[in-house]
């Protein structure tokens, strides 16, 4: 099992950039495929990256390809998603999410563990 915890959301202008960590617990953290998602008000939640074991493959929803980026760190059992170019449509409760299964997942019923989110607000 793994716990998993979000920080860094805040508020940003439109343009702007952004950073969030994610730190899980265990000991086991190499087990765990990674991901980040978001939810926005009145939406579903949808993915956003996701990042294999080693971190050596990343993947990205078409909506932020190019414009963000996940990376992990084994050694210090955390996952990060730095976000660039922030638009308001970025705007969003991020969860951080682990998936003890292999292949590179996509949808949420796909992870088992999840953290409580972090807010992160675009303005224009």
């Known amino acids: 099992q793994v716990q998993l915890v979000e920080s860094g959301g805040g508020l940003v202008q439109a343009g702007g950039s952004l950073g969030l960590s994610c730190a899980a617990s265990?000991?086991?953290?190499?087990?765990?495929?990674m991901g980040w998602f978001r939810q926005a008000p009145g939406k579903e939640r949808e993915f956003v990256a996701g990042?294999?074991?080693?971190?050596?493959?990343?993947y990205y929803a078409g909506s932020v390809k190019g414009r963000f980026t996940i990376s992990r760190d084994n050694a210090k059992n955390m996952v990060y998603l730095q976000m660039n170019s922030l638009k308001p449509e970025d705007t969003a409760v991020y969860y951080c999410?682990?998936?003890?299964?292999?292949?590179?997942?996509?949808?949420?019923?796909?992870?088992?563990?999840w953290g409580q989110g972090t807010q992160v607000t675009v303005s224009s």
């Open positions: 999410a682990a998936d003890q299964n292999w292949g590179a997942p996509r949808t949420d019923t796909d992870y088992d563990y």
């Open positions: 990042i294999a074991r080693n971190g050596y493959i990343t």
């Open positions: 265990g000991r086991t953290f190499t087990s765990y495929v």
